[in-house]
């Protein structure tokens, strides 16, 4: 392998049997990684060839914003199950839990900008109005 497929191989790690359900797909999601590796071996290449850099270096751009997108959406799902879900707001703890903030990180983790893109998104307002979050957009 060279250094392209070795990046897409780390991105795209081949499922371990027994990993998928049914047993019989395992063929199929081997295949789909398969694919998948070589979409983003072209990719990278073309990348790298045209900004003429490093190739891991490239490759851990990419995931440092994959990572930003995926902590902005936990953001957003915190203010969604604090301020919009059901009838009351799901427990701080159960929140802390399942996201891997602290049960006093959930309440810091998300703002006024996390709840208008909320409201924005689904088309509805919170459930309850904020009032004394000490918190000012900037």
Do not use: W
């Amino acid at each position: 392998m060279d250094l392209i497929e070795e990046l897409a191989a780390l991105r795209n790690p081949m499922p371990e049997p027994g990993t998928v359900t049914p047993e019989d797909c395992y063929a199929d999601a081997c295949e789909q990684v398969e694919e998948q590796r070589k979409r983003d071996a072209l990719g990278l290449e073309a990348a790298s060839d045209g900004l003429q850099t490093n190739p891991v270096l490239l490759t851990l751009e990419d995931l440092k914003a994959h990572k930003a997108a995926v902590d902005a959406q936990i953001r957003r799902l915190l203010a969604y199950g604090r301020e919009f879900h059901g009838s009351r707001p799901i427990a701080l703890e159960e929140l802390a839990r399942h996201s891997g903030f602290s049960f006093s990180g959930v309440r810091t983790a998300y703002g006024e900008s996390e709840i208008r893109h909320v409201a924005a998104q689904i088309g509805r307002e919170p459930n309850r109005p904020r009032r004394g979050t000490g918190k000012t957009e900037q």
